[in-house]
C-alpha cells in the first residue's frame, strides 16, 4: 500500500456522526497504552496524527482517519481504562457495540495486545465478540522491541493460551512502531480486506 494521503476525518460516538461517505472501514481496538495511537502514526508515517494516551484531554470517541481518501482507519477508543465510572464504561460500551454491531461500511477489525504480556480479560472478551460477528481479525502483538529475542517465540504461545486463534477469518502479526516491524504485513492485511 502506497500512503499518499491521510488526515483526521471525524469523531463520533452515535451512528448519525458516522461519515457518510460510504467508504471501506477498518477498525482498531485495544485496551489503553497497548500502543494503538503508536501504531496508527507509525503505519501512516505520521507523528502526531493520532494522539497517545500521554497527551491530556484524549477524548472516549471513534476517531476516523481518512487514507488516500480511500478507506477510514478508525480509532476505538481504549478499554480498560480505570478512571472512568460504571455509567462511562457502560455508554462506552454502548458506543463500541453499536458502531461493531451496526457499521456496514466495517471490513474487519484489528485488536491489539501487548507482546509482555498475556492476553486481558477485557482483550480475551473484546476478541471473542469480534469472531461471535464474524469479523476478518488482525491481531498485533504490539511493542515486540521490548521482548527479548530468545523470548519471541513465547509471545503467540502466550497469545494461544487465552485466545483461540484456530479461525480461517484470523491473522497474528507482531509489530513494533519503533522498529517499524511487519509495518508491510499489517498493510497487506489491510489492504486485503478493504
Ligand atoms: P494507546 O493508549 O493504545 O494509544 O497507546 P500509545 O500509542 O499512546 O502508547 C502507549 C505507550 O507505549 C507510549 O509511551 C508509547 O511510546 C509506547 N509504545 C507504543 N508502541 C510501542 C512500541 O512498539 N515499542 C515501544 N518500545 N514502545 C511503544
Not at 480509532?75 to 461493531?100: H, N, T
Request: with cysteine; proline share 3%.
Amino acid at each position: 500500500m502506497i500512503i499518499k494521503s491521510s488526515d483526521y476525518a471525524i469523531s463520533a460516538v452515535k451512528e448519525e456522526q458516522y461519515p457518510k461517505d460510504n467508504l471501506p472501514e477498518i477498525a482498531l481496538a485495544g485496551r489503553s497504552n497497548v500502543g494503538k495511537s503508536s501504531l496508527i502514526n507509525s503505519l501512516l508515517g505520521r507523528k502526531n496524527l493520532a494522539r497517545t494516551s500521554s497527551q491530556p484531554g484524549k477524548t472516549q470517541t471513534l476517531n476516523f482517519y481518512v487514507v488516500n481518501q480511500d478507506f477510514y482507519l478508525v480509532d476505538v477508543p481504549g478499554y480498560g481504562y480505570a478512571k472512568v465510572s460504571q455509567v462511562q464504561r457502560q455508554k462506552f460500551g454502548e458506543m463500541i457495540q453499536d458502531y461493531l454491531e451496526t457499521r456496514e461500511n466495517l471490513q474487519g477489525l484489528i485488536l491489539l495486545t501487548d507482546s509482555r504480556h498475556e492476553p486481558t480479560k477485557d482483550d480475551v472478551a473484546m476478541y471473542n465478540y469480534a469472531l461471535y460477528l464474524n469479523l476478518p481479525i488482525l491481531v498485533i502483538c504490539t511493542k515486540i522491541d521490548k521482548v527479548k529475542k530468545s523470548q519471541e517465540n513465547k509471545v503467540i504461545a502466550n497469545l494461544n493460551k487465552k485466545l483461540d486463534l484456530a479461525y480461517d477469518n484470523v491473522s497474528v502479526l507482531t509489530y513494533s512502531a519503533v522498529k517499524k516491524t511487519h509495518v508491510k504485513e499489517v498493510w497487506d492485511w489491510i489492504e486485503q480486506n478493504l
